[in-house]
C-alpha cells in the first residue's frame, strides 16, 4: 500500500525558509514523478514543483528562484526547500504522487508565513 506522509511545516517569518519533507513507503519510489501541491484557504489547489524520476524540475511561476524540489531515491524522500518565504505562500502543502492510475496523496502540513 502506497503511503506518502510529509513534515516540516511550521510558522516562519517573511524572508524565511523552511524545508518539507515527504517520505514514501509501498512503492518502488525511483520509478515516479513526485509532486508538491498546496492549498490555501479559500483557494484552489496549486501544483507548487514536480521532480520526474530522472531529477528534471518545474515550478508553477510563483516560486521559481525560491523553491527547490529534489529527491532521494535511497532514501525513497522527496523534498521542497522553501526560500525567501511571503505570506502568500502560507498553505496546506501536500505530497503527491501518480502511480498505476491513482493518485496518492499525504495528509499535508500547514506552513504559515507572518508579514
Do not use: H
Not at 515516479?32 to 521532480?51: C, D, F, H, S
Not at 508553477?60 to 529534489?70: E, P, Q
Not at 529527491?71 to 525567501?84: C, F, G, I, K, P
Amino acid at each position: 500500500q502506497v503511503q506518502l506522509m510529509e513534515s516540516g511545516g511550521g510558522l516562519v517569518q517573511a524572508g524565511g525558509s523552511l524545508r518539507l519533507s515527504c517520505a514514501a513507503s509501498g512503492v518502488l519510489f525511483r520509478l515516479y514523478t513526485m509532486n508538491w501541491y498546496r492549498q490555501a484557504p479559500g483557494k484552489q489547489r496549486e501544483l507548487v514543483a514536480v521532480i520526474t524520476s530522472g531529477g528534471s524540475t518545474n515550478y508553477a511561476d510563483s516560486v521559481k528562484g525560491r523553491f527547490t524540489i529534489s529527491r532521494d531515491n535511497a532514501q525513497n524522500m522527496v523534498y521542497l526547500q522553501m526560500n525567501s518565504l511571503k505570506p502568500e505562500d502560507t498553505a496546506v502543502y501536500s505530497c503527491n504522487a501518480f502511480i498505476n492510475w491513482q493518485q496518492y496523496w499525504g495528509q499535508g502540513t500547514q506552513v504559515t508565513v507572518s508579514s
